[in-house]
């Protein structure tokens, strides 16, 4: 009797333990939804609690926190559940069975950082179903053109835009506007390389295509087709390459498997220079995108075609490109401390052979509000518009970012303006909603502000005015959020490897793997969700995973120009 009651109250005295403790690690370890500082603060305090773990995880630095250390999470509840089974075997069953309920609790975040390395001992491989495979493509697909890179294209030598791993030159720190490392004189378009040299480091490379979750194709298609843009070339120069390369890709076993399916690339120009309308030599660009191999395939590009169901934008290359957590950190704080003089700002040229254009309008805005609104014009002064330093140093300066629709809809300014913590202010949903869907928050308007071109060309809208109604505090929300998102907005240098962010590249293959996953499951049952929706409405599709009628509609009207 007395036996037993002495049994029951040890059984609840370990069991309020490893409540406490249960309660206590959650504290420590499950905080990613407090801001950054709450969070270190809370481990530091935790510090003085005593334990291994702690311990280990603080010598990583001051900056632990955001996403646990997988590998010391195991080991500490390892050993907890050890010591105090070992107390008595009545116990161990019922807080066997409550660490099982628990378990879910208990599992680390999935923490891609930390997922292929050292988790062997539960023998779980943690690249299951995230492998990849890179196909060994012939080098005139790819390294071939990096050696003709005096002549990729027809106004400059590229040559110097591929040292770094695709990165380009360094930029040292000029005027203290940058970081001490990490900033690099990056070509828009050399994401071709920058995302090859990134995959080459993926922790979850295989030779063993078919355990590959999905298979990369590393052509330098954009490399490829920017000899041929201006000047007179046939079609069948323009599309040579291409058309080769899907010839080689069918050739494939791995091709076979899903008829492609699986396969993706990176296509670093827009996606209008690989939709040539029409088979006339005087066409824009080549047909890679439509290519009959090609509607199976995934292809990313900066920028993705409304219309089209087989591309997804990803975000150009910005000039950072750090190479630890700590820079993007220090990047980060600095950009919240930032001063900012300007209510807004435009870096950019005007289109006036393009009618549709609202760059003059929104330029003679600006050059009315003096102080108030800062202009970079590209049209004179080519070179200070090419310069980073110049454009970064304006983005810095200001509140807000205009970044209107050029000869496409998109632009790399865009990027540039979120790394330099200024709130990208869009025209048309074109030139971000519908296109970053793995990178950017679904809800816009916690990161940026739309007015539509419409208002603007008719008149109808006055940017100062419309700016400067915005709360105080509705702008510092803003432009935390779009701090927030400078992490994923970047590539890492592919030199090397972040603990805790996930940068775009990570993204990325999330994303694309989600994608195949998906498209297997639906080979696997027979079905074809080519057909649940109309191709010309796959920005929807996509964006808000229907059709209907939608108030952006009118934005995406084709032109003449698409
Ligand atoms: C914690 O780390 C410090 C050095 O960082 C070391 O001196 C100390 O022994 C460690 N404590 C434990 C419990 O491991
Ligand atoms: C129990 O934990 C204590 C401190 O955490 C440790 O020193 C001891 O070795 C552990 N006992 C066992 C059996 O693991
Ligand atoms: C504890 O349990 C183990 C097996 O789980 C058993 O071998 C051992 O005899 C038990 N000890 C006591 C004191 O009941
Ligand atoms: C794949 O094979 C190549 C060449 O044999 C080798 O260098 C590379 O390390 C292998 N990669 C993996 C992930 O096994
Ligand atoms: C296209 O141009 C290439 C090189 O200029 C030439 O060799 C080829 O015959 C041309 N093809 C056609 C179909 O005109
Ligand atoms: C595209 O995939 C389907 C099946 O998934 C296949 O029937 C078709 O042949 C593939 N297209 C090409 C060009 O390989
Ligand atoms: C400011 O933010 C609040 C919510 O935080 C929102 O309801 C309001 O519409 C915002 N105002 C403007 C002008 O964006
Ligand atoms: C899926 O449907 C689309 C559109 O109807 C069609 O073009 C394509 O060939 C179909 N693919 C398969 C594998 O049935």
Known sequence: MDNSIATRSRIKFWFLFFLLFVFWYLLVYRVDWFPLSTSRHQVNSAVSLGSDSINETNLHGEDVSVIPHANDVIKHDEKSVYNISSADNDTIEDLEGLQKELEPLLQPQDDERNLGKGLDRKEVDFCKGRYVYVHDLPSRFNDDLLKQCKSLNKWSDMCHYFENDGLGSRLGNPQRLFLGSGWFETHQFSLEVIFHNRIKQYECLTNDSSKAAAIF??????????????????????????RDLVKWLRGKPEWSVMGGKDHFLVAGRITWDFRR????????GNKLMFLPESQNMTMLTIESSPWHRNDFAIPYPTYFHPSNDNEVIQWQNKMRRQKR?????FAGAPRPNMEDSIRSEIMEQCNALRRKCRLLECKNDKNKCMKPVHVMKLFQNSIFCLQPSGDS???RSTFDSILAGCIPVFFSPGSAYVQYLWHLPKDYTTYSVLIPED?????????????????????????????????KVIYNDPRSRLKKFQDAFDLTIKGVIDRVETLRKEVREGRNSSTDFDEESSWKYYTFGKTGVHEWDNFFRRTDRY
């Open 217 to 242: 194709v590393p052509y330098y298609s954009g490399l490829d087709i920017a000899r041929f843009l201006w000047d007179q070339y046939n079609v069948s120069v323009k599309d040579s390459d291409s």
């Open 409 to 411: 809809f998109t632009r």
């Open 455 to 487: 208002d603007v060309k008719q008149k109808k809208s006055n940017i100062d005015k419309i700016l400067s109604q915005i709360p105080a505090k509705n702008i510092s929300a803003m432009r935390e959020e779009v701090i927030k998102l400078i992490p």
């Open 277 to 284: 309308a029409f088979d006339e030599d005087s066409g824009w």
């Open 341 to 345: 003089h300007a209510l807004f700002c």
